[in-house]
């Protein structure tokens, strides 16, 4: 294993992030770091552990804060979807895919 996944694996050690679901409807996520694009079918969160893609519908952000890294959701929630922060900077990635 390369040295630089092994910087990047115990990086990602110290970093929690939870996720709650509740009943597809409601959505708490913590270790938010900024929300990149938001309607009322795509929510795209900046989060510690990279890019995570919220789909539904009547999504809306009901409590954003910054300071404590806290963001809810409420909505008919879909999909959750991962990716690397590093996609953006890449060219190939989910921004690009949308904003085509």
Do not use: H
């Not at 115990?10 to 990149?36: C, F, W, Y």
């Not at 995570?52 to 959701?73: F, H, M, Q, W, Y």
């Not at 929630?77 to 690009?96: C, D, P």
Request: proline content about 1%; cysteine-free.
């Amino acid at each position: 294993m390369p040295i630089d996944d092994r910087k990047n694996m115990s990086t990602m050690a110290n970093v929690i992030q939870n996720i709650i679901l509740e009943n597809r409807e409601k959505l708490n996520i913590t270790g938010v770091l900024d929300v990149l694009s938001f309607d009322d079918q795509i929510v795209i969160l900046e989060t510690e552990l990279g890019l995570l893609t919220v789909k539904g519908e009547n999504l809306r952000i009901n409590k954003l804060s910054l300071d404590t890294s806290e963001v809810t959701i409420d909505g008919e929630i879909y999909q959750l979807a991962y990716s690397e922060k590093n996609s953006i900077e890449k060219g190939g990635g989910l921004l690009n895919k949308i904003f085509k």
